[in-house]
């Protein structure tokens, strides 16, 4: 059983999406080790040592260190709080609030566990600035300022060891003060970034808007002028060529009658390149209305015009045979379009290079995928019987590279080969499109 391929917009999504998450997550590791590494190693100091030995507490000078009592080593309590205090920021995108308010409790309560020192509040500044970035500042503040109360004087409140002045609360101010600075700091840079890229991303739509209005117009100026002149033409001759022969008349009906339908499907990509919904291109409706079509915008094509497409392929001398297995109703339409352009460009190709072959339209449309193949077949040589082969279209036209760029825009695969006495386009395309892929997010641009 052939395994489908997978979807490289898919794969590509998820890619990006665990980068981003290990991204938010090895962010963790230095703080998980400055956090518990550096408080476990500050607390194997005596609480006595002097000046740059780690007695103390971080906001507390060394000097009055010999005023806290022995109870500075964590017991398995107080280690579990440091750890818990790390485990929670890797939610801090989603909760943070949340994550906040869990590292401010186990800050805490190990300041209440045991006589704090070391870098046991790396956590808590991590998840402040993080709610900071997320716009929870009220949440941050009224946070920064009960640990800012209550860090500083755990020690006296507890009976733990002596008073030690104003410059404790200086301290851990300060420390304070830092953290919302850097993270203001940060929020206005990057509010600056996403600024510079929106004004960005809006110079290229206007540039890309700009373009759509231009290709319409040199549409209208030179395809539609000229298939309105190859309507009327052919509408001329049928009316006063009455004496022609039935194969002449048929073949200039066949063109005014194509020739208007294109007119009107002209129309609607004109309206579409100016994103104007619910309103055609003036000139291209006059042009239109001049040549007989009709004043109505065409309908998007898809698989249900096939029968269609058949007929006049069969006008035009092609023994064409077209097989639909599965419901066109259950596709995407986006999948729809593609897949009746796919087929339209595989016609016209051997209307172009092999009319006298006998080509078959396979569509098998299944819960994912629908598969489509276009195959024709050279006729019998009358003097050999054998299939005669001829050259049909080689690699280098631009119709297989089109069709192959449809097919890549939802997501799906085209292979186009020569066979043993013809030529063979297969497509796959998936049932619905992915959000996300080029055709889906044209589509939401054009509304």
């Known amino acids: 059983m052939r395994s489908e391929p ?4 898919a794969v590509s999504d998820d890619r990006a999406r665990g980068v981003r998450r290990f991204a938010r997550v090895g962010r963790v590791l230095p703080v998980a080790v400055v956090q518990v590494g550096g408080t476990l190693l500050a607390a194997r100091f005596p609480a006595g040592a002097p000046a740059g030995a780690g007695g103390g507490p971080p906001w507390m000078p060394h000097g009055l260190g010999a005023a806290v009592s022995d109870a500075a080593q964590p017991g398995p309590v107080a280690i579990a709080l440091l750890v818990a205090g790390v485990v929670v920021l890797p939610w801090r995108w989603r909760w943070p609030s949340a994550v906040l308010l869990v590292t401010l409790v186990t800050t805490v309560g190990y300041a209440v566990l045991v006589s704090p020192r070391g870098p046991f509040v790396a956590a808590l500044t991590m998840a402040a600035a993080n ?12 946070v920064m300022a009960i640990a800012a109360a209550v860090l500083p004087t755990a020690d006296d409140v507890l009976g733990r060891g002596s008073g030690r002045g104003l410059d404790s609360v200086f301290l851990a101010v300060a420390w304070v003060a830092v953290t919302l600075s850097v993270s203001e700091l940060v929020r206005v840079r990057l509010d600056r970034a996403a600024e510079r890229r929106r004004r960005r991303a809006a110079a290229e739509q206007g540039r890309a808007r700009d373009e759509r209005v231009r290709i319409a117009r040199e549409l209208h100026d030179s395809v539609a002028h000229s298939m309105s002149l190859i309507n009327l033409q052919a509408g001329v001759a049928l009316h006063l060529g009455a004496d022609l022969p039935d194969r002449t008349r048929q073949s200039l009906a ?12 002209l129309r609607t990509i004109l309206g579409v390149l ?10 291209t409706a006059s042009a239109s209305a001049s040549a007989g079509a009709e004043p109505e915008r065409n309908p998007v094509p898809g698989l249900d015009r096939l029968p269609d497409l058949v007929e006049r392929a069969r006008a035009a001398g092609v023994d064409l045979r077209a097989e639909v297995d599965g419901d066109p109703a259950a596709l995407d339409r986006t999948t729809d379009r593609t897949a009746f352009r796919i087929v339209q460009e595989s016609v016209t190709n051997v209307m172009k290079h092999a009319h006298d072959h006998h080509a078959v339209i396979a569509v098998r449309i299944g819960p994912e995928v629908v598969e489509l193949v276009v195959e024709d077949t050279a006729a019998p040589d009358r003097a050999t019987g054998a299939p005669s082969v001829a050259p049909l279209l080689g690699p280098s036209g631009n119709g297989i590279i089109g069709m192959r760029e449809r097919a890549n825009a939802v997501g799906g695969t085209l292979a186009a080969g020569p066979t043993a006495s013809g030529w063979r386009i297969a497509a796959r395309l998936p049932v619905t499109v992915a959000p996300g892929t080029p055709a889906t997010t044209d589509a939401a641009a054009r509304r």
């Open 274 to 283: 100016r994103s104007v919904d619910g309103q055609g291109d003036p000139g």
């Open 131 to 142: 709610a900071w970035l997320r716009g929870r500042r009220k949440t941050v503040v009224v």
């Open 6 to 9: 997978a979807d490289p917009l």
């Open 254 to 265: 066949d063109i005014r009658d194509t020739s208007r339908d294109a007119l009107v499907e």
